[in-house]
């Protein structure tokens, strides 16, 4: 299965409600995923980190950051500091980082319609 492929079997799982989302399950795949990083999956990666940064839980920040600093560059990249900011500043808006609501619709508006086209 593709990196892509897994990513879009996360986003068919569990859709945006952020409220009903497992949060265990998404940290022990991004756990899992940091451990055993897989060439290419930074998509598969940003996804989970995001999914953790809308269910918002202050004690994720370390997660989050490990997967931002510590896997590689590609993934770095693909892991928003906003979600980190925001987190450590309790989802205020300022003058670089969004508010939580503006963050977290964007998060869904790049999802919403994502499809793995690897047939």
Not at 9 to 14: A, K, S
Not at 61 to 66: D, H, K, N, Q, T
Request: aromatic share 12%; charged share 30%; glycine share 6%.
């Amino acid at each position: 299965m593709t990196n892509e492929q897994r990513a879009e079997q996360i986003l068919t799982t569990y859709g945006f409600d952020f409220d009903k989302i497992p949060k265990d399950e998404i940290i022990d795949l991004l756990h899992k995923e940091i451990e055993h990083y897989q060439p290419g999956s930074s998509e598969y990666i940003r996804l989970l980190c995001g999914y953790l940064y809308c269910i918002g839980n202050i004690s994720d920040i370390r997660l989050l950051e490990e997967a931002k600093y510590n896997v590689n560059m590609d993934v770095g990249c693909m892991v928003d500091i906003e979600w980190i900011d925001s987190l450590k500043n309790g989802g205020v808006e300022g003058p670089y980082v969004r508010s939580r609501q503006e963050i977290i619709q964007s998060f869904v508006s790049y999802y919403e319609d994502f499809y793995c086209d690897d047939e």
